[in-house]
């Protein structure tokens, strides 16, 4: 059962099919270009639109707009200095503002950074930094407990070969290009040790912390005991700083948050943070918005909660699963991922059956999701499509919903061959800005 009830409702758009169609040629068939005002279950992402909580809403009354030295700057930094343990904080408008503050600080042309997984924007900022970003994440499958794993013999390896070379390592919890599957405790204990050997800082990119801190409570020995905030604490510790985006665990509609415990880290970034994001007490948000994160990063720790996010993920699986529906099963922490060649078996892998099958989706149903393929990670990636649930938004009959009409596009387009063409490619993040059309006529 949900642990909240619903104080507040928001109407969702229904439109007709010609309506769909006509939204969907509008925005070149990029999810992402689609306006919010004609979608109807909109699963594109979790990111910044889950739903805040009512002390959220009534902690952002507390707001202080002074410019620096803020109260909400230090209720802000009272917090992430209780959950994370880490001494120096920054706040930033988001988790890739940290990104690019750190990125700036530390890497320079030829730099690697090495992650069990980076995702699209971490990917980006390394190379608008002129850095090689190198993934060594663990080749297995999602029937393991813990998918998202780093290979610690590879980052041996590579500290071994390229070290010199290596400013940070870096490790994501939960693996977000790994379609949200977590990473042990132990893992993370591993990297860190060999990280302190060859002197590398080793940061902790726990956007999705609170997720990762309930599956090690699930599934590793040890943890069943420990409070989610406990384990999180714990796995803050073995890291040298972290960047989390607070519109994700954190529950709030923007922000982020920079952490360390090296004054010398600290002072490197912090004219980063002042020349692109504001002061250092704020950060590019407001008072109201630091409370709401303030706020936000205890609640998403509570057990209630996790249990019941934890749920909701397993519903959705289980009833894809009741309807037939091909996936990568288990799934993670925040999104379903389906197979997009099972979906469309005909449409030939050049012609984006991930993102044809996403844009009949709308059209059938006003259901926003997203292609995170060849398009986002390289010709080599498997063809998926993320179903991304926001927290406290969708309830379960919407959600059944969602599964139902899914299966009703798999079977009605089982048979199609045709699928899109890319009219305009830019040379970074092509999932979230390219144009497309379809080859054949609807």
């Known amino acids: 059962m949900e642990p909240y009830r619903v104080k507040s409702v928001e109407e969702i758009p229904f439109l007709t099919a010609e309506e769909r169609k006509d939204a969907i040629l509008k925005a070149d068939f990029n999810p992402y270009k689609m306006m919010a005002s004609t979608v109807t279950i909109d699963l594109l992402t979790d990111s910044g639109c889950s739903a805040m909580s009512t002390k959220q809403w009534s902690a952002m009354m507390l707001g202080d707009e002074s410019y620096a030295g803020s109260a909400s700057f230090e209720r802000y930094q009272s917090a992430v200095q209780d959950i994370t343990g880490y001494k120096y904080v920054l706040p930033t408008h988001q988790g890739r503002a940290c990104e690019k503050v750190l990125f700036n600080a530390l890497v320079t042309e030829g730099s690697v950074i090495v992650n069990n997984n980076h995702y699209d924007t971490t990917k980006t900022n390394i190379a608008l930094n002129k850095g090689i970003a190198l993934d060594i994440a663990m080749v297995t499958d999602d029937t393991v407990d813990f998918p998202g794993n780093m290979d610690i013999d590879k980052l041996k390896e590579v500290l071994a070969e390229k070290g010199e070379q290596i400013p940070l390592v870096m490790i994501t919890a939960t693996n977000n290009k790994m379609r949200g599957q977590p990473v042990s405790m132990a893992n993370i204990k591993a990297a860190s040790s060999v990280c302190k050997a060859h002197g590398v800082p080793f940061i902790l990119d726990g956007c999705r912390f609170a997720e990762n801190s309930w599956f090690i409570k699930e599934r590793e020995n040890g943890y069943g005991d420990m409070t989610p905030r406990e384990i999180a604490k714990e796995m803050f510790s073995y890291a040298d700083g972290c960047m989390i985006s607070a519109k994700k665990d954190a529950n709030s509609n923007i922000g982020g948050v920079l952490a360390m415990n090296s004054e010398d880290l600290y002072e490197r970034c912090v004219p980063y943070v002042i020349a692109t994001e504001g002061h250092t007490t704020y950060g590019g948000l407001s008072g ?111 959600l059944k919903y969602v599964a139902r009409m899914i299966a009703q596009v798999t079977e009605k387009n089982k048979d199609r061959k045709s699928g899109l063409i890319m009219t305009k490619s830019p040379p970074h993040l092509k999932h979230l800005t390219a144009s497309f059309k379809m080859k054949e006529e609807l």
């Open 288 to 398: 109201r918005d630091l409370e709401a994160v303030a706020v936000g990063l205890y609640e998403v720790l509570d057990e209630s909660y996790l249990r019941y996010r934890r749920a909701n993920l397993k519903f959705f699986e289980e009833e894809l699963i009741r309807q037939g529906v091909p996936g990568v099963f288990p799934a993670g922490g925040h999104a379903i991922f389906l197979n997009a060649n099972k979906l469309c078996p005909k449409i030939p892998a050049d012609e984006f059956p991930g993102l044809t099958f996403a844009g009949l989706l709308y059209m059938e149903s006003g259901v926003r999701c997203c292609d995170l393929g060849r398009l986002a990670f390289g010709p080599d990636a498997p063809d998926l499509i993320r179903l991304a649930v926001p927290r406290r938004v969708y309830t379960t009959e919407h």
